[in-house]
């Protein structure tokens, strides 16, 4: 699964403005990505730092629990986004597989439909969650420290994925209106063999290979 590049080969028919807008919310969804793996490095140095301390000086870090139920929102939902953008998620192609054109077009932008559709209601309860956290200032049990942030973040970046949603319905619509298009911003199937020649290239480079190949 890989995802098309905006600025790759001209087609009959470049959406610019969708061009744009996908650009500018990768833009977005890469910070998000950033901040979702930074703070997995600060928990694991966070985690040293306790086990350290809890062994050479028995100090460990006050509120250690606190802080790491409070981080495992950032990790666990500020890439989403950017998860669905490069087709990382884990899925089935058993039957899409099989399919090519307008069939398989169809097919992805119903998925998407139905994503879109949980992922509204999910905003909608994890934004009422957000609101109750705020208002009756609720607090973790040790240090006390407020949840309201580790709650905001969830609407946030699930809000961030609705839009790439939208972003690939749209894409899918486009394809399935004429499946000559050139597919743009929307993940497409590969075979083995295409999966494997990406890897490769990512690992030592497009030059590299294409001058090995020679």
């Known amino acids: 699964m890989m995802t098309t590049d905006p600025g790759g080969r001209s087609g009959s028919e470049r959406p610019t403005t969708y061009i744009q807008f996908d650009g500018w919310l990768a833009h977005v969804e890469n910070a998000f990505n950033l ?40 990790f666990a939902f500020a890439g989403v986004a950017y998860c669905q953008r490069v087709g990382g998620h884990i899925r089935m192609e058993i039957v899409l597989g099989k399919l090519s054109g307008r069939p398989l077009y169809i097919l992805e932008m119903f998925g ?49 994925l609705f839009l790439r949603l ?25 075979d083995v063999e295409e999966v494997a020649q990406h890897e490769i290239e990512e690992a030592f480079g497009e030059e590299t290979v294409e001058g090995g190949s020679k």
């Open 35 to 74: 901040f979702a793996a930074f703070s997995i490095l600060t928990l694991m140095l966070l985690a040293v730092a306790q086990v350290l301390g809890r062994f050479f000086f028995n100090t460990p870090i006050p509120g250690f629990i606190d802080i790491t139920e409070q981080a495992m929102a950032i």
């Open 112 to 160: 998407v439909i139905l994503i879109a559709f949980t992922i509204a209601l999910l905003i909608w309860g994890s934004w009422y969650h957000f609101d109750r956290s705020w208002t009756i200032g609720d607090s973790t049990i040790d240090i006390r420290l407020p949840t309201w942030p580790s709650k905001l973040i969830i609407p946030v970046a699930l809000s961030l």
């Open 166 to 190: 939208l972003m690939q319905i749209y894409g899918y619509a486009r394809l399935v209106a004429d499946p000559s298009r050139q597919p743009i911003a929307v993940p497409v199937l590969e």
